[in-house]
């Protein structure tokens, strides 16, 4: 996992340089590079992978849904969204160049995203097409703007799981499941292949928003990185307000066993997915 994470952060900053007008690249790259963990990019190589694919070819996408994922991040801490100052330890975007700044830096990203995925992928048109809908999807109003919404619309609001589901999964998990199709589709997988893939991207980023939700209230700055607690000041619809802290670990474990049951159903051997399980069931049941 280390290898792919150096590996991705070498091709980030290799695919954007600074040139001008300067303060836009300069925006980009600094939420892009800022640090992470890089899960989805590494996702979308290791299911090119254990499909029998190509990692090299799959470089270009992975990298494209990191941009997207920061572009989320960005966006999302505008004051107009979460009004958040600090991420990843740094300060946000809108606070370190300007409000203007940071909204074109994160429509910049996106469409550098596709942009790389056209130019830089070394696939047939075909396959380029179908990756291309994965990231538009996951990118627009059926995906992460659905749910970023609805979260907005909920603040404050009676809470009721429907209606939580519905944000966990479009805010989280749909870019879980677009990183993953696209890695399996790069390696030619199967119709069944790919749709293991959206199963297992759906119950890893599900149990994924929930282990968030929990470390917002028993985690610090320091392992976090950004504002913990505003969510509940907010009165934000999440999993520890609707069911408590002892439910909500209860369903990250069931959600990771489920994950598991799938991968072991497709016959899927990968110390990386499984890595990435146990890093989650060791934050929520510390």
């Known amino acids: 996992m280390k290898e792919l994470v150096e590996k991705i952060e070498k091709k980030l900053d290799e695919y954007i340089p600074v040139s001008y007008p300067e303060e836009i690249f300069e925006s980009m790259r600094y939420s892009l590079l800022a640090g992470g963990k890089r899960l989805r990019p590494v996702m979308c190589l290791e299911a090119c992978r254990v ?15 990191e941009m997207l994922h920061t572009q989320s991040l960005i966006h999302d801490d505008l004051p107009c969204m979460d009004n958040d100052d600090y991420r990843r330890g740094k300060l946000t975007n809108h606070k370190k160049f300007s409000e203007s ?39 627009g109003a059926y995906g992460i703007i659905a749910g970023q919404i609805v979260d907005i619309a909920m603040e404050g609001k009676p809470y009721n799981a429907k209606t939580l589901e519905y944000i966990h999964t479009h805010k989280t998990a749909d870019l879980f499941k677009a990183v993953l199709k696209a890695g399996a589709i790069i390696a030619d997988a199967n119709d069944e292949q790919i749709k293991s893939m959206e199963e297992f991207g759906q119950k890893l980023g599900f149990a994924f928003q929930i282990c968030d939700d929990i470390l917002d209230e028993i985690s610090s700055f320091e392992e976090m990185g950004k504002t913990l607690g505003k969510d509940k000041n907010a009165g934000k619809l999440t999993y520890t307000a609707l069911f408590g802290l002892e439910k909500a670990k209860c369903k990250v474990n069931c959600l990771l066993n489920e994950a598991c049951d799938i991968l072991k159903k497709q016959g899927i051997s990968s110390e990386i997915f499984n890595s990435i399980i146990d890093s989650i069931k060791k934050k929520v049941n510390r």
């Open 101 to 139: 700044t940071a909204v074109l830096a994160g429509d910049a990203l996106i469409s550098f995203g596709t942009q790389l995925i056209i130019e830089k992928s070394n696939l047939p048109a075909e396959t380029i097409l179908k990756v291309l809908k994965e990231h538009s999807i996951s990118a």
């Open 51 to 65: 499909f029998g694919g190509d990692i090299e070819k799959a470089i270009p996408t992975a990298c494209a849904f």
